[in-house]
C-alpha cells in the first residue's frame, strides 16, 4: 500500500484499528523493561538517585520538540500538498505536544530544586521551553476558536510554522547562552557523555515514550477524524429537518 | 532501592508524569467512546454520511 492511500480517512480508520493494539501493547512492553533498567541503574557520582528523574525528564524534553516538529510537518502537508489527514494529524498532536511539555517543565522543575536550589530561573532553555508549552496552548485555543476545521487547519498552519524557529532555539539555547541548564550530554558530536548503565535505560524509556506518543497521536488522529464526521451529520440532520 | 534524602522530589516526579499521561489517555479513551455512541445513535435513526447525501439533495431537488 502506497502512502498516499492513507490520504483517505476511511483507510486510515480501518489501517490504525489494526495497527492501534500492537502499538499499545509495545508501548507497555518498552515502558516495562525501561523501568526495569531505570530500577537498577546505579546512582550518579554527583547528583545522587536524583538521576532516575533524567529518565522521564529527558523523554519528556524530546518528545516535546518531537511533537511540535510533527505539528510543522502536518502544517507543511495542509498548506503545501493539502493531504486530507494533514491538519488531523495537527490538531491532533497539539494536545500531546503539550502534555509531554508540561511534564518536561514539571520534572525539570523537581530535578532543579535539589540539584541547583532552585525549582526555576528564566534562562533561555527553561524559558524556550516554556514559550512552546505556550504555543501548544495558543494554537489548541485556535482550534476552538474557529467551527470551520478547513480555515482553523490553515489558520493553525501558518501559527505552527512561524513557531518552529523555537525549536532550533531550544536545541541550541545551552550552546548560544550562558544557562544554568547543562549543555547536551547525549545527541552531541563527540558521542554522548553519560556512561552506559545509566544511557541504556535512558534510551529504552525514550523509546518507550516515543512509542506512547505515536499510540497516543494515531488514537487521536482517529478521534478527530470521527468528530468531524459527527458534525458533518449533524449538518445534514439541520438540513433535513422540518421547516427547511 | 534507596532513593537517598530527596526522595520526594524523585516520586513526586514519577507521580506527576503518571497522573498527567493517565488524563491523557482518559481524554482520548473517553472522547472515543462518546463519539462512538454518538455515530452509533445517528446510525440508529438512519442518519449515515452517505445514505443521507442522496437524500438530502432529492429534497433540495425537489423543494
Known amino acids: ?244 | 532501592m534507596n532513593l537517598g534524602p530527596h526522595a520526594f522530589f524523585i516520586v513526586t516526579a514519577y507521580a506527576v508524569t503518571g497522573i498527567i499521561i493517565a488524563i491523557l489517555i482518559g481524554w482520548i479513551v473517553a472522547e472515543h467512546r462518546a463519539l462512538t455512541r454518538t455515530l452509533a445513535d445517528f446510525d440508529a435513526r438512519g442518519i449515515t454520511r452517505r445514505s443521507t447525501e442522496p437524500k438530502s439533495a432529492a429534497q433540495k431537488s425537489a423543494a
Not at chain 1, 518498552?30 to 533524567?54: R, S
Not at chain 1, 497539539?94 to 502534555?99: E, S
Open chain 1, 1 to 244: 500500500m502506497a502512502l498516499i492511500d492513507l490520504a483517505n480517512p476511511t483507510r486510515f480508520l480501518s489501517l490504525s484499528a489494526k495497527i492501534l493494539p500492537w502499538l499499545a501493547a509495545a508501548t507497555a512492553l518498552a515502558f516495562a523493561y525501561g523501568f526495569w533498567l531505570a530500577a537498577g541503574a546505579p546512582d550518579d557520582y554527583q547528583q545522587g538517585a536524583t538521576v532516575k528523574i533524567m529518565f522521564i525528564h529527558v523523554p519528556s524534553a524530546w518528545l516535546a520538540m518531537f511533537g511540535w516538529t510533527v505539528m510543522t510537518l502536518a502544517a507543511l502537508g495542509t498548506l503545501v500538498w493539502r493531504h486530507p489527514l494533514a491538519d488531523v494529524s495537527a490538531k491532533a498532536a497539539a494536545p500531546i505536544g503539550a502534555a509531554f511539555t508540561l511534564i518536561c517543565l514539571i520534572t525539570g522543575s523537581l530535578w532543579g530544586r535539589p540539584m541547583w536550589g532552585t525549582y526555576w530561573v528564566w534562562d533561555a532553555r527553561l524559558t524556550s521551553v516554556f514559550v512552546l508549552f505556550l504555543m501548544n496552548l495558543g494554537v489548541i485555543a485556535l482550534w476552538r476558536t474557529i467551527d470551520d476545521p478547513t480555515r482553523a487547519g490553515r489558520v493553525a498552519a501558518i501559527l505552527t510554522l512561524v513557531g518552529a524557529i523555537n525549536i532550533p532555539i531550544i536545541k541550541f539555547s545551552v550552546d548560544w547562552w550562558n544557562t544554568l541548564h547543562q549543555p547536551a550530554s547525549v545527541v552531541k558530536m563527540s558521542g554522548p557523555a553519560i556512561h552506559p548503565s545509566i544511557l541504556m535505560p535512558l534510551l529504552v524509556m525514550a523509546i518507550a515514550a516515543t512509542l506512547l506518543f505515536v499510540t497516543l497521536h494515531v488514537a487521536a488522529m482517529r478521534n478527530e477524524i470521527l468528530k468531524r464526521r459527527v458534525r458533518s451529520m449533524q449538518m445534514m440532520q439541520a438540513e433535513l429537518a422540518p421547516g427547511r
